[in-house]
């Protein structure tokens, strides 16, 4: 059988996937895409609707190309001519930018996008058997998850109540529109990160103006991006590289805070932390697994704070909401939530006190992604069942190799089955957002180009699924 790549999910990570493989690829490579969305590239992140929401990264750490760090740049100053490398776009936009560099290099001869889910991978002599959710099937030779965002964890499903009340919304995707007669409703939003912080610029716009909460365990905004971003002496950022390369978690964190005090307000910490983004896998891959587990219980929503920045002018809103009570923030675990007389009444503990409850008209789940959420989707679950995958021990994603093989039940490589975004989490702490997503894109369409798989054995199946 001629190579043929089919490629689960066509958003950001399989569209661009697909740019580098057709790009680079000799015309004999057949490539799919099973994505059921009309558009590719868009995803869930920069689908038409957020057209409102600015992106979270600027301009000029966008283009789908790492190594032509201007092309998003030069795409988007021919529509809106005042941008910088340190504007923030709307989303919408920048999915248009993607789906225009994938049809730039599209060949009908041998791609097609196939608007399906796939619920099912079987290995077979020749390659892999693709089944979507229409009954019909695929032969691949080599098969990538890009599967994105799992879905989130859900409060009410949780405490056993109906998830089907009118006004609980499950995800705030895309953002939820509230009816005319509901102006004045409360609102809480159980999350206080990006995708609540976008929820409520949305509903101010639509005119929403009563009183909105946002509650999560620590009650932690998200920080404001400052640009231009000063560029650190190399001599400051190999300091901190080397501080931060070993030790305990405390220890690590110790070391970079001192710098940044030591460093004073010239070198900004944002200018700082860019430098342990960039050496995220390093650090992470260096931690034991005690320490990783301690980060995600202890450190994670500091993290996410600090990293997950807001556009300035996002920030600058959210902050005068917050100033002039618009926007409450509430810091406390949510505990329980029950409905009486039609509205919410959600149960916090807000330290050692007694828990405290809220009543509200309007509830909207803003937790963010969860992956033991995505182990209960049909083609994750049963992946794990067959013994082809296996969740990382933190839950944060599913087993790989560094290069994104998938590793089965007995912590062998799967041959040829890739995978791509968030579900290498476990292995590459960050993989969410664009700088590092292209990066896993543009290494794995190297890797696909490289190497022929080398089919002809059965690989390994514990427990075939009927
Ligand atoms: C609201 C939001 C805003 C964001 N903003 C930014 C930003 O400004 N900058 C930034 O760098 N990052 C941002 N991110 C991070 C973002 O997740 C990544 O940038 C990127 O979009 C992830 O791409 P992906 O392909 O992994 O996932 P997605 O783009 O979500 O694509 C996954 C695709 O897989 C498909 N799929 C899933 N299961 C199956 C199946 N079984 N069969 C077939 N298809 C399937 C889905 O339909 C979907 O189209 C944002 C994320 C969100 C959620």
């Known amino acids: 059988m001629n ?4 490629i689960v999910g066509g958003g950001f990570c399989g569209a661009t996937l697909l740019f580098h493989l057709l790009r680079r690829g000799d015309r004999s490579l057949r ?8 558009e590719l590239g868009r995803g869930l992140a920069y689908a038409a609707w957020a057209q409102q929401s600015l992106l979270n990264v600027p301009c000029g750490d966008m283009s789908l190309d790492a190594a032509e760090p201007d092309d998003f740049l030069v795409w988007a100053r021919l529509r809106f001519p005042n941008v910088t490398p340190h504007s923030f776009l709307p989303r919408a936009v920048y999915g248009q930018y993607i789906m225009e560099r994938v049809y730039s290099v599209w060949r009908d001869e041998c791609v097609a996008h196939l608007r ?9 002599l020749a390659g892999w058997q693709v089944t979507l959710s229409r009954g019909h099937s695929l032969m691949a030779t ?9 879905p989130m964890f859900d409060p009410l499903g949780q405490c056993g109540l109906p998830t089907n009340h009118p006004y609980y919304f499950p995800t705030p995707w895309p953002c939820v529109a509230l009816p005319i007669t509901h102006r004045n409703a409360s609102v809480m939003m159980i999350g206080t990160g990006l995708s609540m912080v976008d929820q409520y610029l949305a509903l101010r716009a639509q005119g929403h103006s009563g009183p909105c909460y946002a509650v999560s365990r620590h009650g932690l905004l998200p920080h404001t991006h400052i640009t231009p971003l000063p560029i650190l002496p190399s001599e400051l950022a190999m300091r901190i590289r080397s501080a931060v390369s070993q030790g305990t978690l405390y220890q690590r964190l110790r070391a970079f805070r001192s710098l940044v005090r030591q460093a004073g307000p010239a070198w900004s910490w944002q200018a700082q932390f860019k430098v342990l983004r960039e050496n995220a896998t390093m650090l992470w891959q260096t931690l034991p697994h005690k ?6 219980r202890h450190l994670r929503p500091y993290w996410d704070a600090h990293r997950h920045r807001m556009a300035p002018e ?3 809103a959210i902050l005068s909401a917050v100033q002039d009570g618009a926007l409450q923030l509430l810091r406390g675990r949510f505990l329980h939530v029950h409905t009486a007389s039609g509205r919410f009444v ?3 503990a807000v330290g050692p006190d007694e828990p405290t409850s809220l009543e509200v008209d309007v509830l909207i789940n803003c937790t963010g992604p969860c992956y033991q959420a995505a182990l209960r989707r049909p083609l994750e679950q049963t992946l794990v069942q067959q013994g082809l995958a296996q969740p990382d021990v933190l839950g944060l994603g599913l087993q790989c190799m560094p290069d994104g093989q998938m590793i089965d039940v007995r912590g062998q490589p799967v041959i040829g089955l890739h995978m791509i975004g968030h579900a290498r989490r476990g292995s590459i702490w960050e993989s969410t957002s664009v700088p590092e997503l292209r990066v896993q ?3 794995l369409a190297s890797l696909l180009l490289r190497v022929a798989t080398p089919h002809g054995a059965k690989p390994f199946v514990t427990q075939p699924v009927r």
Do not use: C, K, W
């Open 116 to 124: 399906d889910s796939v619920t099912m991978l079987r290995p077979e």
């Open 291 to 296: 320490e990783r587990h301690r980060f995600i």
């Open 441 to 443: 894109a543009q290494q």
């Open 31 to 38: 490539v799919t895409v099973v994505d059921p969305s009309l």
């Open 346 to 348: 959600v149960t916090m």
């Open 142 to 150: 080599e098969v990538v998850l890009a599967l994105g965002n799992p």
């Open 314 to 316: 996002v920030g600058e």
């Open 3 to 6: 190579r043929h790549v089919v």
